[in-house]
C-alpha cells in the first residue's frame, strides 16, 4: 500500500532521515519506534507532503506522492492526526469532523443533514457521538486525541498516519485509545503510528521499525524488535518488563 525507499531528508548540515525504507501493507498495523530527534515526525512529514524529500521515493497504492502539496496527498486517501491537537475550540464536536469532511472532498456537493449523519459515523467509532454538540474546547485531553481520529476518518482515509497519540495521557486514557485504534483497524484502515507510549506500540503493531539518527536501526515483529540488544541499547535502556513479552 505504502512504499517509502531509500529516503533521505536534511535540514542544512544535518540528515534527519537518512536512507530510510518501510512498507505497509493492506490492512497492516505498523509501529515505528526512535527516540527523540530520531526523525519520526519528520517521516510523517514527507509521506504528507508537508515537506519535500532531499532524495527517495514514496509511493501510495502504486502512484508517487512525493513532493505532492498536502492537501493532495489527502485525498489519494491519507489522513494523519498531529502530535497536538488543535481543534476549531469554539465550534461543535460534530462541527470540527464536518470542516475535515468538507476540506477532502470539496467537489462533492451533499446536502447539510446528509453531512451531518455521514459526520456521526466516525464519532459513533471513536465513541464521541454523546458528546457532538458539546463545543470542542471543553473535552478532556483524551477525547480531543478521539475528536482528530473522528475528523480524520471524516475523510474517509484507506492509510492512517498516527503522530503520538498517547502523549499526555493517563492509564485509563491510554486503554481507551487502545480500544479505539483496534476498532478502527479492524474495520479495515491500514494504520502507521509513531508511538513512545512502547507497550501500547507493541501490543497494536503487526510490524514495527525501530529508527536511531534518521536510519532504520531494526525491524520485525514487535515481541522481537523489543528484545534486540541494539534496541534495548539505543531506545529502551534495559529490557522492558512487559506480559506475555
Ligand atoms: P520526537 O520524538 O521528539 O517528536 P522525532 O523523532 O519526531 O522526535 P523529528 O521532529 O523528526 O524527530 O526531528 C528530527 C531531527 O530533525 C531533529 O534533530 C530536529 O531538530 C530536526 N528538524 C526537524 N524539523 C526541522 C526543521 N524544519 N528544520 C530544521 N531541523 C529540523
Known amino acids: 500500500m505504502l512504499q517509502v525507499e531509500h529516503l533521505s531528508k536534511s535540514f542544512g548540515g544535518l540528515l534527519a532521515i537518512d536512507d530510510l525504507s518501510l512498507t505497509v501493507e493492506k490492512g497492516q498495523f505498523v509501529g515505528i519506534l526512535g527516540a527523540n530527534g530520531a526523525g519520526k515526525t519528520t517521516l510523517l512529514n514527507l509521506i504528507t507532503g508537508y515537506l519535500k ?4 521515493s514514496i ?11 498536502p492537501y ?7 489522513a494523519r492526526t498531529f502530535q ?3 481543534p476549531f475550540n469554539e465550534m461543535s464536536v460534530l462541527d470540527n469532523v ?3 469532511a468538507l476540506f477532502s472532498k470539496p467537489d462533492q456537493r451533499l446536502p447539510l443533514k446528509q453531512v451531518r449523519e455521514f459526520c456521526m459515523e466516525p464519532l459513533r467509532l471513536v465513541g464521541l457521538d454523546r458528546q457532538a454538540s458539546q463545543s470542542a474546547g471543553a ?6 486525541k478521539k475528536l482528530e481520529f473522528a475528523r480524520a476518518l471524516a475523510t474517509q482515509p484507506r492509510l492512517l498516519l498516527l503522530d503520538e497519540v498517547m502523549g499526555g495521557l493517563n492509564h485509563a486514557e491510554i486503554e481507551d485509545i487502545k480500544q479505539v485504534l483496534s476498532g478502527i483497524h479492524q474495520g479495515g484502515t491500514s494504520i502507521l503510528m509513531i508511538e513512545h507510549v512502547v507497550q501500547a506500540l507493541i501490543e497494536l503493531s503487526d510490524y514495527v521499525y525501530v529508527v536511531n539518527f534518521g536510519r ?5 515483529r514487535p515481541h522481537d524488535v523489543i528484545h534486540d540488544e541494539n534496541v534495548i541499547e539505543a531506545y529502551l535502556g534495559k529490557p522492558l518488563d512487559l506480559p506475555h513479552a
Not at 524529500?53 to 527517495?56: D, N, Q
Not at 473535552?139 to 480531543?144: F, S
Request: aromatic share 2%; glycine share 18%; proline share 5%.
Open 59 to 69: 509511493v501510495f497504492e502504486g502512484k508517487p506522492i512525493d513532493g505532492l502539496a
Open 84 to 86: 497536538v491537537v488543535q
Open 72 to 78: 493532495r496527498v489527502a485525498r489519494t486517501g491519507i
Open 216 to 220: 532504520e536501526l531494526t525491524r520485525g
Open 53 to 56: 524529500p532531499s532524495s527517495g
Open 139 to 144: 473535552l478532556t485531553l483524551g477525547a480531543k
Open 98 to 100: 464536518i470542516a475535515g
